[in-house]
Each structure stands twice: as structure tokens, then as C-alpha cells.
């Protein structure tokens, strides 16, 4: 039963338009959801978050967009570099406990 | 500051064998853990730590035992290795529990067991 569900496995965008990944959730008791970045043959690195108590979060480029009633997160990437060509995973915690829930990730192509 | 270390970087076993996967951090971070990564599955926690000497089971925790004696290492032993435990494992330390912004991976052990 996955409860954090990223369901497209990648996305192409043009450089210096915007980038929208999206995640899905089935848990209701989720209440802090964050994005990680990752390279290849590297560990994800912590990119964004945001607390189920607001509805959107901005931090330079990136934008995390949270809509509680329809279990849908969003991350909007503007304007896309090539840098940002990785793969995304999208996670989320229950409040009071220790564990992290990860999709399965979208990889993220930027087109020159 | 080193960060978070994972060893070795690449591992070859055969069906049966036994190794440790090291995991160290210098951030004096209480919170440990350890996922592993397969294709098409995202990353899924194993075991974690909230402390030295208290050790806990995430998703996937059969197979693979953990202990914490000391606040700086945190190792993944593998006591038979199988074919299903080829993946790629990540270390990670967090000042706060549950991760976030806090929360640094290393770079990965990549585990073939044939």
C-alpha cells in the first residue's frame, strides 16, 4: 500500500520554463511533507518543506504547493536551469513520529 | 566536517554471505537511519535510531539487523545476504527527528549480491 505516490516517473521541460511535479497521498495523519533532490551516485539532498498548516511555500525558484482537501502536493520550479535535471522524491511525515515516507521519485530532464 | 561516511562504496556477495555496511556521522546528530533504493521503488527506511542505544524498524527491516552504540556510527549488518538485497543503501543523520532540513544522506553503498 504505498501512501506517497509520485506517478510520473519522468518529465521533460525546456529550460527557463516552469517545472511542476507532482504527489499524491493516501494518509490523512501525514502532516509535514518535504522534497528531496538527487544526482546520480549521490544521496538526496533536502530541498524544500512545508507544514500541512499552510498551503504553499516559497524558497527562491522552488515553490511547494499543498492542497489538504485533495491529498495533492505540488513543486513548482521557475525558471527550470539545467542544473535541476535530477531525479525528485517526494516524502511525508505522520506528526510524532520518526519515519519518513518517500514516493517512488521523478526524474527531471531539462531540455537545452 | 566530513559529514555523513558510508562504506565501502560498492560491494560484491555472494548468496549467504555476511558484511556490515558502515555509517558514521561528526554532526553529533541523534537521529540515524537507513533506506535502501531500488528501481521504481523510491527510497524505503530499513531501521533507524533516535539515540545511541535505541534502534527501531522502518518498512523493510527483514534481513538486516542494526545497533548504536555510539552517537557517532550507526552499521547495517547484513547477517545472509540475498539476491533480493541488491540495492543501493543510504545512510542519514538529522538533528530533529523526522528529517527535513536538518537531515544529510551520504553518498550511498551499492550492494550486488549474486
Known amino acids: 500500500d504505498q501512501q506517497v505516490k509520485q506517478n510520473s516517473p519522468s518529465l521533460s521541460v525546456q529550460e527557463g520554463r516552469i517545472s511542476i511535479l507532482n504527489c499524491d497521498y493516501t494518509n490523512s495523519m501525514f502532516d509535514y511533507f518535504l522534497w528531496y533532490k538527487k544526482y546520480p551516485a549521490e544521496g538526496p539532498t533536502f530541498l524544500i518543506s512545508?507544514?500541512?498548516?499552510?498551503d504553499k511555500n516559497e524558497d527562491g525558484r522552488f515553490t511547494v504547493f499543498l492542497n489538504k482537501s485533495a491529498k495533492h502536493l505540488s513543486l513548482h520550479i521557475v525558471p527550470s536551469q539545467p542544473g535541476d535535471s535530477a531525479v525528485y522524491f517526494c516524502?511525508?511525515?505522520?506528526?510524532?513520529?520518526?519515519?519518513?515516507?518517500f514516493g517512488k521519485g521523478t526524474r527531471l530532464h531539462i531540455l537545452p | 566536517n566530513a559529514g555523513v561516511t558510508q562504506t565501502p562504496k560498492f560491494q560484491v556477495l555472494k548468496t549467504g554471505q555476511s558484511m556490515t555496511l558502515q555509517c558514521a556521522q561528526d554532526m553529533n546528530h541523534e537521529y540515524m537511519s537507513w533506506y535502501r533504493q531500488d528501481p521504481g521503488m523510491g527510497l524505503r527506511l530499513i531501521h533507524y535510531s533516535v539515540g545511541a542505544g535505541i534502534t527501531d524498524q522502518g518498512e523493510v527491516p527483514n534481513g538486516y539487523n542494526v545497533s548504536r552504540s555510539t552517537t557517532e556510527d550507526f552499521p547495517l549488518r547484513l547477517l545472509s545476504a540475498a539476491p533480493s538485497q541488491t540495492s543501493v543503501y543510504f545512510c542519514a543523520s538529522s538533528y530533529s527527528r523526522g528529517g527535513g532540513e536538518t537531515q544529510y544522506f551520504g553518498p550511498g553503498t551499492r550492494l550486488l549480491v549474486l
Open positions: 516524502a511525508a511525515r505522520i506528526v510524532g513520529d520518526d519515519k519518513i515516507i
Open positions: 512545508i507544514s500541512s498548516i499552510k
